[in-house]
């Protein structure tokens, strides 16, 4: 269901993927993450979608055995803003080794 609901801007040219064997990964820079832009109203709904699955819907871990809800280990997402506290997560970025750091950057910085 989910999979055949994909918003579009998973899909446009400018998005940069990155596939590995164990998730897909998707990056966008430099948008306007406002309410009332079609594309981010979709991508939103898509993702409250997504959170909204039954956790009594439990998958099973092939690796260890263990149920598991499809919301909480299989999907992850980290909105950063301009300002420092300006972080939006949903589902579980972490558990594929996403992270956040922030830097300062300045006129002859090379690191």
């Known amino acids: 269901m989910l999979e055949q609901n994909l918003p579009s801007m998973l899909n446009d040219t400018w998005v940069e993927k990155t596939e590995t064997e164990e998730a897909f990964y998707y990056?966008?820079?430099?948008?306007?993450?406002?309410?009332g832009y079609s594309d981010i109203d979709n991508l939103m709904e898509w993702l409250?979608?997504?959170?909204?699955?039954?956790?009594?819907?439990?998958?099973?871990?092939?690796?260890?055995?263990k149920k598991y809800s499809w919301n909480?280990?299989?999907?992850?997402?980290?909105?950063?803003?301009?300002?420092?506290d300006d972080i939006e997560t949903h589902g579980d970025p972490y558990h594929f080794s996403v992270q956040v750091y922030r830097h300062i950057e300045y006129p002859g910085n090379t690191e």
Not at 27 to 35: A, G, H, P, V
Not at 54 to 65: A, F, L
């Open 48 to 65: 409250n979608d997504i959170e909204d699955i039954e956790e009594e819907s439990p998958n099973i871990d092939p690796k260890t055995g």
């Open 27 to 35: 990056k966008w820079e430099d948008i306007k993450w406002y309410t």
């Open 72 to 84: 909480q280990t299989q999907w992850g997402f980290i909105r950063l803003g301009e300002k420092d």
